[in-house]
């Protein structure tokens, strides 16, 4: 850990103000001694930097999963007063809106005897890796559309069914989505890329449920032991990295307007309320709005596939819940026993509201937000549920996956895919990727554990657990 | 010229080093060209570049985001970059062929360029780049 960090209790920590020169409020984040070993004293540095934000509200803070990344931590959650705070892509990403969802079926592992066929069907079925083509034709009309409506502009449009915009984070669609801050090269990227998965750690996994912690819950949110289960995991392709580029140029012109210094780059920003802090709402909002049609549409592209090779109805594969982990909202927060307008950036971190929330279909009322955490390939992932301490103590935000623990360059080096392809193989898990290379970039070995990245959240209070899935069978980009 | 992979956890960070500026962009740009598409050789694509930016760190950023832009938009696999910088105006001929999914199988998608790790040094006679990509 590094120097001048303090332990405030078993699983919290705090990087106090005075860390690094301007810190406005402290950093906190959640870690146990298992998790310890792996954090890197970059990412810490990066979590005091967020402190020095004008207008952060409380703490700079990260989940257990938090690692080093650019601008923000990943794993990093922070709150700024919308009348005085700022806006930055640098706490959002390049990948906006990159997110999970989670399909559940009626099916169970027995009926799954073809499964080596089911991965094969998937995988031509879902434009997966470089340079893969979207199965959708758009005009410009419809690409403005689909920035505005997001899920809705997909279900509209046949790649879904009604209920599947109810279970998304937003409905499916942030309000005040502005095409106009798109440019046409942004545009010009997502013309064709509608519809595709991308590469990296993205991934479409069919699950088993193999646990379940809380049977209520899981009743709830329509999961039961030993269902099948599909998980999609994408973003806002080559539009919203487009998106984040172009803002990214005219914000670091606004942080010297705005009189704003910063102790890296990549957190140019300005006041949430100014023209540039406006602008880039608007088009990450747009390309929010696009990430979840296109995980709309690759819902349909599964649901095709199971319905041909099994006989089962796309209203029997329901949507249980789709969530962001690259996204800056503006919400309303007790703070101090006041509410106040904040806008949260979460980067690599998932929003967890809790029971009660407005926000949050009736029927998770009693429940709290349904909260989905990928595992990588080998490892299992979860599904959780906010709670009110998360709304206490993290705005409402919990993890988003793993972390990683190992570079791509020494996964590489030390792991053959063909090798992980064949243990995978042995522990049933059927993997199908463009290239060797890919599988063993994102190896499980490359990632924390996500047992461990759940467990703490769980014992801290900010979500709590629902199932564990395990994976069966996985298409990588 | 050269180019080396250090370590990141999550992405990629490299570094570049060129006798010249210019040679260490263009040596930059291969970089990220070769993690997209491997495998790539000059056949006929060819493409120029003018930029402008408010101090060489932006240019690079601006000029390997515009390399990223062309080879996602138009499905283009780059591989020899030549690049004259004057100030903090860059010109740029990128040449490649077209992106085949068989032929540059392998490569990883970069979603962009980061300021934070950028750095521009010279090193005795050299020029030593350092910059981060997203994948």
Redesign the interface.
């Known amino acids: 850990m590094g120097d001048g960090v303090k332990r405030v209790s078993d699983l919290e920590w705090e990087v106090p103000v005075g860390f690094t020169p301007g810190m406005r409020v402290p950093g906190r984040f959640f870690l146990s001694e298992g998790l310890r070993r792996s954090l890197e004293p970059g990412a810490i540095q990066q979590l005091a930097n967020v402190a020095t934000m004008p207008g952060i509200v409380k703490n700079a803070l990260a989940m257990p999963d938090i690692h080093w990344g650019y601008g923000f931590p990943i794993g990093g959650v922070a709150a700024f007063d919308i009348s005085t705070g700022v806006i930055s892509p640098g706490g959002v990403g390049f990948d906006i809106n990159c997110g999970v969802r989670l399909l559940a079926t009626p099916l169970a592992v027995k009926d799954l005897a073809n499964r080596r066929e089911l991965v094969e069907r998937l995988y031509d079925a879902v434009p997966t890796g470089v340079g893969a083509k979207a199965p959708l034709r758009l005009s410009n009309r419809e690409l403005e559309e689909m920035m505005v409506s997001g899920s809705r502009w997909a279900v509209e449009h046949g790649y879904g069914v009604a209920r599947d915009i109810d279970r998304c984070e937003e409905r499916g669609a942030m309000k005040g989505a502005d095409p106009s801050q798109v440019s046409q090269k942004a545009k010009q990227r997502g013309f064709p890329q509608s519809g595709t998965l991308g590469s990296g750690n993205h991934f479409l996994e069919i699950q088993e449920v193999k646990e379940v912690y809380d049977q209520k819950a899981a009743a709830i949110l329509g999961v039961e032991r030993g269902q099948v289960t599909v998980m999609i995991h994408c973003g806002s392709r080559g539009l919203g990295h487009q998106v984040c580029t172009d803002h990214l140029r005219a914000l670091e012109t606004a942080t010297k307007k705005y009189g704003i210094t910063l102790p890296d780059r990549q957190l140019a920003c300005a006041p949430v309320a100014s023209p540039e802090g406006k602008a880039y709402f608007g088009g990450m909002a747009a390309a929010a709005n696009y990430a979840w049609a296109n995980r709309q549409v690759i819902t349909d592209l599964t649901r095709k596939v199971l319905s041909k090779l099994y006989g089962i109805s796309a209203e029997s594969m329901p949507l249980v819940y789709d969530v962001c982990h690259n996204v800056a909202k503006m919400e309303v927060h007790t703070v101090d026993g006041k509410e106040t307008q904040l806008c949260v950036h979460r980067k690599g971190a998932t929003r967890a509201f809790g029971p009660g929330s407005p926000d949050l279909p009736a029927e998770f009322a009693e429940t709290g937000q349904p909260v989905i955490i990928p595992g990588s390939m080998g490892t299992p992932s979860f599904l959780l549920c906010g709670t009110k301490v998360a709304m206490e103590k993290t705005f409402g935000s919990t993890c988003h996956g793993a972390g990683r623990v190992t570079s791509r360059t020494q996964a590489k080096k030390g792991m053959r895919g063909k090798d992980i392809r064949d243990q995978l193989a042995e522990q049933g898990i059927i993997v199908k990727a463009p290239s060797e290379a890919s599988i063993a970039e994102e190896a499980p070995a490359v990632y924390k554990p996500s047992e461990e990245v759940v467990r703490v959240v769980d014992a801290v209070g900010i979500s709590r657990l629902v199932a564990k899935l395990v994976p069966l069978g996985v298409i990588k980009g | 010229m050269t180019y080396e ?1 250090l ?6 960070r490299f570094r570049v080093r060129a006798p010249s500026l210019a040679g260490a962009f263009a040596e930059a740009a291969r970089a990220i060209s070769e993690t ?2 491997p495998n790539c050789r000059p056949a006929g694509v060819v493409r120029r570049i003018e930029l402008g930016a ?1 101090d060489t ?2 240019l690079l ?2 000029f390997l ?1 515009e390399i ?2 062309l080879a ?2 138009e ?1 283009i696999a780059f591989c020899t970059f030549e690049v004259g910088i004057a100030g903090n105006r860059l010109t740029a001929t990128a040449r490649g062929e077209e ?1 085949d ?1 068989e032929r ?6 970069i ?8 750095s521009i040094k010279e090193e005795g006679e050299s020029y030593v780049l350092e910059f ?1 990509a ?2």
């Open positions: 992979v370590e990141h956890t999550a992405d990629l997209m598409a408010d760190e932006e950023a601006d985001s990223l832009f996602d938009a499905g992106f999914r540059h199988r392998g490569g990883a998608e979603k962009g360029i980061s300021y934070s790790g950028l981060i997203d994948v």
